[in-house]
């Protein structure tokens, strides 16, 4: 049988699309349900629905973006309810904290919304039940799965005042960009030390292209898929480290740059 993007979000649309219409559907799948609410309120059931009716996945996946999610976090959401529906059909109950990383990449989702527009009441009001718990049936799975979401609510008392725009004084910190380890990057013929010599958008871009590659050739499931490097090296070492030594110039240039424009101001 052929799933829509994974087993988890076509179990989720199927049973939201019966409960919209009033019709009986599987309360088992209460959560993948209630995902699919969420992600129907963040980008709009058309974005949502209807790449699940022509069965376009890749359609699905982009709309997930529209609101500037990293290719990473989009397909850190769809493994991850992925995990979550294998944890449900299978006979090991251990305690788990998918529950808890699905609610920080919908977090995210969220966020990044609030950031381009204005959030009806009615969206803070269902956003603030999810996060919370209070919707029907996620308090009881919460504690079924043993996931106490200590580190999200942590987060949400952080984030919450974004969603009303009522922002909070805060100050700025130099963020570290987010590394994969070395084993990761010597698959693309990148090591982790040039890596930590770029900017962290460009360690950014990098991530995504690694992210998008793994998960293509996950679907393919074949042996000869061109690898990433082809894209980002050339094969010969010499030729990489000017074209590398060339970005990490330009980089710098640009840092010079603002900073004495910043200086002059």
Known sequence: MNFFVNRAIDVGITNYLLKKNNEKYDKSHVFEVTVIEMLVNIYGEINIINPYKLRDSKSFIKNLQLFGLSSKNT????????????????????STNLMEKIKFVLLQMVLNKAGEK?????????YKAFFENKLLGLS???????????????MWNLKKNFLTGKLPQFNYNIILPDFFDEKKYKEFGI???DMSKLSNETVEKINN????????NKRKKSKF??????AITSGNGFVDTLVLLSVMATEIMIGIIIAVTVMKG
């Open 75 to 94: 397909y850190q959401f769809i493994d991850l309810m992925d995990a979550y529906y294998k944890w449900l059909i299978g006979t090991s109950k251990k």
């Open 118 to 126: 204005k959030l009806s009441n009615a969206e803070q009001k269902y």
């Open 140 to 154: 009881e799975l919460s504690s079924l799965m043993g996931d106490s979401n200590v580190n999200f609510y942590r």
């Open 191 to 193: 090591s982790l030390n």
């Open 209 to 216: 292209k690694i992210v998008v590659e793994d998960a293509e």
């Open 225 to 230: 898929t061109i690898p990433l490097k082809l």
